[in-house]
């Protein structure tokens, strides 16, 4: 998807690619030489027991893990909910007497 006309938050992204583009071919005499190189110093530390290299590897072949993350949504009518219920929400106090501020993430609508 590309960004509303007048964004300017891609064309730094742009201009470090094409910095690192240039000095991998001035480095290594093209941009593929270069990159071959330092994925074969990258194996290299691998083979050699760095433990982020192994992991760079990883993610980088099979992917990184997919995270996950946990929400609960609770939809109730406000119509149906009390006066002391609907003071609480709007103090932003839980249904466990803790503060929303306080870690709990629940969304109540």
Same mark, same amino acid.
């Given at each position: 998807?590309?960004?509303?006309?007048?964004? /300017?938050? =891609? %064309?730094?992204?742009? !201009?470090?690619? &094409?910095?690192? /583009?240039?000095?991998?071919? #001035?480095?290594? =005499?093209?941009?593929?030489?270069?990159?071959? /190189?330092?994925?074969?110093?990258?194996?290299? !530390?691998?083979?050699?027991?760095?433990? !982020? %290299? #192994?992991?760079?590897?990883?993610?980088?072949?099979?992917? /990184?893990?997919?995270?996950?993350?946990?929400?609960?949504?609770?939809?109730?009518?406000? #119509?149906?909910? &009390?006066?002391? !219920?609907?003071?609480?929400?709007?103090?932003?106090?839980?249904?466990?007497?803790? &503060?929303?501020?306080?870690?709990? &993430?629940?969304?109540?609508?």
């Amino acid at each position: 998807m590309a960004a509303p006309v007048g964004n /300017k938050f =891609g %064309a730094n992204r742009k !201009e470090w690619q &094409s910095a690192i /583009k240039r000095a991998l071919a #001035r480095k290594a =005499g093209t941009v593929a030489a270069g990159l071959d /190189k330092i994925a074969s110093d990258l194996v290299d !530390e691998a083979y050699a027991g760095d433990k !982020e %290299a #192994r992991r760079e590897i990883w993610d980088r072949v099979d992917g /990184k893990a997919a995270q996950t993350v946990d929400t609960s949504l609770t939809i109730r009518d406000e #119509r149906a909910m &009390s006066d002391a !219920e609907l003071a609480a929400i709007a103090a932003g106090v839980s249904g466990d007497g803790t &503060s929303e501020a306080a870690g709990d &993430s629940s969304l109540t609508h």
